[in-house]
């Protein structure tokens, strides 16, 4: 698929689409007014440049007005809607991330207090709340005050299907002129349909995505908000295992973390926590054979050894499986768990302690750290922005540390992976000193 290729993107797959012409002053008039382009302010003529190699951007386009660029996040000074007038909505979905509830309340407050929109609605427990006919929650600033400092959602979420037309329905029912998705990959796929249910009854529904998810697999941005919360959360089970091994004759720690089909949180907790001999992900393949040579030499050089490995990790040792959960999404095997009998199995008559830790959503139900929160409240900003301005069927999201907004389905078109050839798995490498292959 054209999109999935970085070479065959064009100028136009990255345009954002507009509901129609803006005509409304905005009210933050007095934050823009004195504005001046930097190397921090991407104006709304400008565009954030897709290539930043040379080697990337060679050859790609004759005129530099082709080359393909991102629409940068951000105020304008004239809108599609009228603040006064608007009724926004909001709605999380998937699993549970850190920052759900930060996204929420800057939401809420951004809409009501810089713009002054007339009402912001919660629909209940993700795309069912839409569907089901249940009442949405007016959502107040009093009413969001404190929940910034809660992990959850104070939504609500759920996995599973729903009908878009119905879902539109409910939107129009509820006289809603833009719905802010909050979510992973299988949201914004939702939320794409959506948009496209909306454009096909040429309603003017803003739909802006929020990109939420702990696996980091939305492609095109730095990274996906509690993504970091996540894997800070992740390093303390790795210090944990790691103590414990160190302490123990023949001392084997063994933590399990979440990604389903991405390995960061496992690479990047391994970089934090420091420690670790064997990081296993999805995105390499092991043999069961060498992680258990590796484990023996290094029981045998240091007395103990830890092993970190992503929930995605080593399908391939397991038998196979078709069953998925609500959402479609693959049920994985449980890599942990045999991972801790083979090792067991493996090292015959040696001694040793094996300890297993699988903090599971201990990770992910957790508040935002400092830096996940400040993310959650300037993605919430760029998101309101870019629906007052009348974008629609996009995401916001930072990129090389600049906020863009880009299509929806540019952002379904792909997953972010680690990149077995790439910095971040060779400071992977270099930090556990376990074999590139094995
Ligand atoms: N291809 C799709 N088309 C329409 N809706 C989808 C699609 N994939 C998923 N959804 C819906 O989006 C919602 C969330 O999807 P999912 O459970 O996969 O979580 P997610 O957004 O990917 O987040 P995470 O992976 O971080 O948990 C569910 O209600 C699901 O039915
Ligand atoms: O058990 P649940 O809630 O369906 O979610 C588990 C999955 O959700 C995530 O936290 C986010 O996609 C994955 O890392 C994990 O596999
Ligand atoms: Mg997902």
Request: net charge negative; aromatic share 6%.
């Amino acid at each position: 698929m054209r999109l999935s290729d970085l070479q065959a993107i064009t100028h136009d797959d990255l345009l954002i689409t507009r509901l129609g012409t803006r005509t409304v002053d905005t009210p933050l008039q007095e934050l823009l007014g004195n504005r001046q382009e930097s190397v921090h302010y991407v104006t709304e003529t400008d565009r954030v440049l897709l290539d930043d190699t040379l080697g990337m951007a060679k050859g790609r386009v004759e005129r530099t007005e082709d080359l393909p660029a991102f629409n940068p996040g951000g105020p304008r000074a004239k809108l599609f809607f009228d603040p006064s007038e608007v009724t926004a909505a909001i709605v999380t979905c998937g699993g549970l991330c850190p920052g759900l509830n930060n996204v929420i309340r800057a939401l809420v407050l951004h809409l009501r207090h810089a713009y002054g929109c007339r009402d912001v609605l919660g629909f209940k427990n993700g795309y069912q709340g839409l569907a089901d006919g249940s009442d949405p929650v007016r959502l107040t600033p009093d009413l969001v005050r404190d929940i910034h400092t809660r992990g959850g959602t104070i939504l609500g979420t759920s996995r599973g299907s729903q009908d878009a037309a119905t879902m539109v329905d409910t939107l129009v029912a509820h006289r809603i002129d833009m719905l802010f998705v909050v979510g992973g990959d299988g949201t914004l796929r939702g939320a794409s349909l959506l948009a496209d249910e909306a454009a096909r009854r040429g309603l003017p529904i803003a739909v802006v995505g929020v990109p939420k998810t702990i696996d980091n697999d939305i492609p095109w941005i730095d990274h996906s908000f509690g993504f970091q919360t996540a894997y800070a959360r992740a390093a303390e089970s790795i210090t944990a295992a790691h103590t414990e091994a160190s302490s123990g004759v023949n001392g084997i720690g063994l933590v399990k973390l979440m990604g389903r089909h991405s390995g960061f949180i496992a690479a990047h907790a391994t970089l934090v926590a420091q420690g670790v001999d064997f990081t296993l992900i999805p995105e390499v393949p092991f043999t069961l054979d060498g992680l258990l040579a590796g484990i023996r030499k290094k029981l045998a050089d240091q007395g103990h050894a830890v092993v970190v490995v992503a929930e995605g990790a080593g399908q391939d040792l397991l038998p196979a499986s078709t069953a998925t959960d609500p959402s479609g999404n693959r049920k994985l095997g449980d890599i942990g768990a045999f991972l801790r009998q083979e090792i067991s199995e493996g090292l015959g008559d040696l001694p040793y302690s094996l300890r297993y830790i699988d903090p599971g959503y201990a990770i992910r139900s957790v508040p935002a750290n400092a830096f996940d929160a400040v993310y959650c409240t300037r993605l919430a900003q760029a998101a309101t922005h870019a629906a007052m301005a009348g974008f629609t069927s996009m995401m916001v999201g930072s990129r090389r540390g600049r906020f863009i907004n880009l299509p929806i389905k540019l952002a379904t078109a792909t997953s972010n992976h680690v990149d077995p050839h790439g910095d971040l798995w060779m400071a992977v490498l270099e930090t556990t000193g376990q074999p590139v292959r094995f």
